[in-house]
């Protein structure tokens, strides 16, 4: 017979134990720990519209205060179809085609717990966002990369690129499904309208679906385009598009997710959904018509506001002799720091942090094989002008005195 309090109780399962917890959340924790300035986890130090603050209080005054409908509040869901089609031009039923979740992250795993089975394959591309491995271990999924590569000596718009034979191969019988993420998390590349269409003919060859995490679709710089995959011929059928409301409005805090899908995989993700969560803080989603209905101009503003901010900073840490690939898309930079330490990139940012006190993401997080990101590290801007100039300041003084 077992003891109580004895090893076997409190044995993880083997899910849990294949991979590690958030890296980015722990460097925020080594942050705080060590007073530096947190360039690591993607969350703005700004407010997020006054309007926006007013209404979500407008909300909890009006006693908006219990359960919303499982899959999200009807007027919600009304004015996420509206902002959806007066950007893409895709009309979206909101009573059938439309799941709100606590956040676009609770959105990706409860579409492939829905639509993936244990030994079917989804192709990701990496470096990618670091829950999507996790997400894939847990539906049963065998992941397979596809790797997004830096062009030699370049940055900017077109740095980071794909083989498409490495992407064809990718594909095979037990493909289920690919994830994709543009403008992308951690590298800032906003993939094309013909890198688009070539993975969306993929998809129809091998009847495939496309998860797409769409979360910094309104963040993008130097005139490139965000292309909806659902746009593309044969992929409204076959795509589940993902957002949420925490980086275009700054409410990373108020988690307020959704996917878009088709009728029989919004059910599916639905069922999943509500024995996940229940459903999201029916307050913040009254406050997010408020915010899907803000005009043209705000959307402008934000680009301009992060490209000002990328134009700011990129240039502060080639000073400080790190290797910058400046996004197109998205608030990261992705940096080299081979001329800069023998460390790899953990122990570096673990040096990073306590001294000078600026806090990044190591690269490894990012891929499948730790070493593969060994020389990089990613920084993100989505932050006051103030944090940036003090982030300048220390990384300044670091790279004079070493």
């Known amino acids: 017979m077992m003891k109580s309090g004895s090893a076997g109780a409190a044995r993880l399962s083997a899910k849990a134990r294949l991979f590690s917890e958030s890296v980015i959340r722990e460097m925020t924790r080594h942050a705080l720990a060590h007073g530096a300035v947190n ?13 926006i603050k007013e209404a979500a209080c407008r909300a909890i005054r009006g006693d908006v205060n ?7 509040a ?15 031009g895709m009309q979206v039923d909101p009573e059938r085609e439309i799941t709100v979740t606590c956040g676009s992250t609770e959105a990706m795993i409860a579409a492939l717990l829905a639509v993936v089975d244990p030994g079917d394959e989804v192709v990701v591309f990496e470096p990618f966002y670091e829950n999507y491995g996790p997400d ?14 830096p062009a030699a000596g370049e940055g900017g718009a077109g740095a980071w690129t794909y083989d498409p034979a490495e992407l064809r191969r990718a594909f095979g019988p037990r493909t289920r499904a690919v994830i994709l993420n543009t403008p992308n998390n951690p590298t800032g590349k906003v993939f094309t309208r013909a890198e688009l269409e070539e993975i969306a003919a993929l998809c129809v060859e091998h009847d495939c679906l496309a998860i797409t995490d769409e979360i910094y679709e309104h963040i993008l710089f130097d005139g490139h385009e965000h292309v909806l995959i659902a746009t593309l011929p044969g992929m409204r059928e076959r795509t589940i598009t993902i957002n949420g409301l925490s980086k275009t409005y700054s409410v990373t805090g108020w988690r307020i997710g959704y996917a878009i899908a ?6 599916g993700i639905r069922k999943v959904h509500d024995f996940l969560t229940v459903g999201a803080a029916a307050p913040l989603q009254e406050a997010g018509i408020t915010a899907l209905s803000l005009p043209d101009a705000y959307y402008h503003s934000l680009a301009d506001l992060y490209r000002a901010k990328r134009d700011r900073f990129v240039p502060v840490l080639e000073r400080a002799g790190f290797r910058c690939f400046a996004p197109s898309g998205a608030y990261y930079v992705m940096a080299d720091i081979s ?25 490894p997080s990012f891929f499948s094989k730790p070493q593969d990101g060994r020389s990089l590290v990613r ?19 670091w790279a004079s005195s070493r």
């Open 39 to 51: 360039l690591a986890q993607g969350f703005p130090d700004f407010p997020c519209p006054e309007e």
């Open 339 to 363: 001329g800069l330490t023998k460390l790899d990139a953990t122990a570096f940012a673990l040096e990073l942090v306590r001294d000078p006190g600026v806090a990044v993401v190591p690269g």
């Open 379 to 397: 920084f993100c801007f989505c932050k006051r002008d103030e944090t940036l100039d003090e982030a300048a300041r220390r990384l300044e003084r």
């Open 74 to 88: 009807k007027g919600f869901r009304e004015a996420l179809a509206a902002k959806v089609g007066r950007f893409t």
């Open 136 to 149: 894939a271990i847990l539906c049963g999924a065998t992941p397979r990369f596809v790797s997004l590569r």
């Open 66 to 72: 219990q359960y919303a409908i499982t899959w999200g």
């Open 262 to 267: 088709p009728p029989a995989l919004t059910a």
